[in-house]
């Protein structure tokens, strides 16, 4: 791809996340405000929460390296990868975390286990879950002829964007 569409590219992806970001908190909070009975979110909140946390990930990410590409960059640096080193992990402690979230919050709401909530819950944090191997270990969205080209040409998914750098980061 040429700079100009890859620019256009970038800016597509960042503008994309956060719309969804935003769009994912507004329909959380409509939905709630609409059933009044704020217990009985708690652990649809927590799930999206977790989806938002990483699509905030996906925001930073795609703006650092619309960045790099104005500068005329091709590295991420080193401080940047580190942070995302550190969102990765704490992003599967987060989903790992949901056990813990469903249990507190039926105890504390008097829900039974198997609720709307939680059934709910699960479904977002499978998007989470999604998301989080997405980018950081192999492509999972297809949007783009040099994406599908590529899938057609080695018959395998590709490295996630974040994956790719760490890989060229513990190499060097």
Avoid: C
């Amino acid at each position: 791809m040429d700079k100009e569409t890859l620019q256009k590219r970038y800016q597509y992806l960042w503008t994309g996340e956060a719309f969804s970001a935003i769009l994912f908190a507004a329909f959380l909070l409509w939905f709630a405000y609409q059933e009044g009975v704020w217990q009985k979110w708690i652990i649809r909140t927590y799930s999206l929460g977790i989806v938002i946390l990483i699509l905030i990930q996906g925001i930073v990410w795609w703006r650092w390296k619309l960045r790099l590409l104005r500068n005329n960059q091709r590295r991420m640096p080193a401080h940047v990868l580190n942070s995302f080193l550190f969102w990765r992990r704490t992003n599967w402690w987060l989903i790992g975390g949901f056990p813990l979230v469903v249990v507190i919050a039926t105890q504390l709401t008097a829900q039974s286990v198997i609720s709307t909530d939680v059934l709910f819950g699960l479904l977002i944090l499978g998007g989470a879950m999604l998301e989080q191997i997405n980018y950081y270990y192999v492509q999972l969205m297809y949007d783009s002829s040099y994406d599908w080209t590529y899938l057609r040409t080695h018959h395998r998914l590709r490295r996630g964007t974040i994956a790719k750098a760490f890989d060229e980061y513990t190499t060097k």
